[in-house]
């Protein structure tokens, strides 16, 4: 089968660092992406690993290996806007963009 | 304009009733999809369009019925749903539906309540 796990819940500090971990298994494997949505709003795209490594963005990073299957997204100097659910996605193989999604990490920031 | 537009942001419909779902981009891409997102649950693909046609349908029941006249604008037709249909419905669009296209780019969702 299909499967994406990442935590349900995390809580951190402003302007600290947090790390949230994705780990997938999936039927073929076309890149990563994380997303970020806040509550009610759309999903906002964040970043996307193909090869292995860290792909740095601001105070967003996002790392992946895919002999592990394994990623997370580093978030630093934290926010209270940061507060949002963080949404790791596998587009899986079968020849068109296919996005498999976890079922989010929500995030609360607390002064 | 926001890049993808849904339309209602808000529904609420019996059981017997025959709704749509209206879904705009205005970022010239090819490819459309409907997702279900459902509390605490992921986000699950419904359906892919590329450049009109249907590329996608992840075993949706009948009672959900898509369609995408142009490149442009995707609606998602609903009748006779159940309660457990009730969720938030993200369009989204991206360059092409191919696996080497970019991101997706998500409207805000139409929330739809099934009494």
């Known amino acids: 089968g299909q499967n994406i796990d990442q935590p349900t819940e995390m809580t951190a500090t402003e302007g600290a660092i947090v790390q949230i971990n994705c780990t997938y298994q999936?039927?073929?494997?076309?890149?990563l992406f994380w997303y970020q949505q806040h509550a009610g709003e759309a999903p906002t795209f964040l970043s996307y690993?193909?090869?292995?490594g860290l792909e740095e963005k601001g105070r967003f990073s996002s790392f992946l290996s895919r002999s592990k299957g394994y990623s997370y997204l580093l978030l630093k100097e934290l926010q209270m806007k940061d507060s949002a659910s963080y949404l790791c996605?596998?587009?899986?193989?079968?020849?068109?963009?296919?996005?498999?999604f976890g079922a989010g990490t929500r995030l609360a920031v607390h002064p | 304009e926001t890049g993808v537009t849904q339309t209602p942001r808000h529904l609420v419909m019996g059981m017997t009733n025959k709704k749509s779902l209206k879904c705009e981009q205005h970022?010239?891409?090819?490819?459309m999809y409907w997702y279900k997102q459902s509390a605490k649950k992921p986000l699950e693909l419904m359906f892919v369009?590329?450049?009109?046609?249907?590329?996608e349908n992840n075993s949706v029941p009948s009672r959900f019925s898509p369609e995408c006249p142009n490149s442009s604008h995707l609606f998602l037709h609903l009748h006779t749903l159940q309660p457990e249909d009730s969720a938030l419905y993200l369009c989204?669009?991206?360059?092409?539906?191919?696996?080497?296209?970019?991101?997706?780019?998500f409207g805000e969702g139409s929330r739809l309540t099934v009494l």
């Open positions: 989204a669009s991206s360059q092409t539906a191919g696996v080497a296209t970019g991101e997706l780019f």
């Open positions: 999936t039927s073929g494997f076309n890149g």
């Open positions: 690993n193909v090869l292995d």
């Open positions: 996605a596998v587009r899986s193989s079968g020849g068109y963009n296919k996005l498999i």
């Open positions: 970022l010239g891409h090819n490819a």
């Open positions: 369009y590329n450049f009109k046609e249907q590329t």
